[in-house]
């Protein structure tokens, strides 16, 4: 099986955390891509497992040196996917499964395609998004969760209106409307995909 570059996209609500976390915990080949932030630790989150803490000079400077495969400015802080970590996994033969937003997965995209051909980043390269089946089915599973204030699910449905408007550019597009259904058609399509690239 050749490693994979996994980018899975997806609003917030659809499923996405749940279907990697279940995929992490099934495939010891496949790992999780850790991004640098700005944003200060919440609770007990530790540097290096949810995420690298970084300062602004430091990020600034990571991105100036071309660190990162892609970076972005979320909610107000900085965030990017360190381009050593996931070679450096690919190149041992992991998959790597990186879980990121429309944007940061098109900048992934325009890269890949700008490398030579036969590069692991380039050839590994796949991407899904993970789709509610319907804005009102999303806005039900947001409520439902009950961590949000009406004010931030409202918020978190008009980007998801702006991430589908984005589903297209995917490779894949795989429907949640069953949890148990769309974790075996992502199981597959890694499969066919780890399989076709040999």
Known sequence: MRPLLIV??????????????RLLAERSDIVYSISCTTRKPR???????????????????????????????????KYG?????VADAMHSGKSVIMDIDVQGARQIRNY?????DGDL???????????????????????KRGEDAPEEIKRRLKNAGVEMNGRNEYLY?????DLDRAYEE??????NEAEEKN
């Open 81 to 85: 996917t360190p381009r050593s970590m």
């Open 112 to 116: 890949t395609k700008s490398l030579p």
């Open 121 to 143: 980043l380039k050839s590994g390269y796949v991407d899904i998004f993970i789709s509610p089946p319907s804005m009102r089915v999303l806005r039900e599973r947001l409520e």
């Open 43 to 77: 609770g007990d989150e530790a540097h290096g497992v949810a995420y690298f803490f970084l300062t602004e000079q430091q990020f600034d400077a990571d991105v100036k040196a071309g660190r990162f495969l892609e970076h972005a400015v979320v909610h107000g802080n």
């Open 173 to 177: 597009v795989i429907v949640n409307d």
């Open 186 to 191: 992502l199981k597959k399509v890694l499969i």
């Open 8 to 21: 899975i996209s997806a609003p917030s609500g659809a499923g996405k955390s749940t279907l990697c976390d």
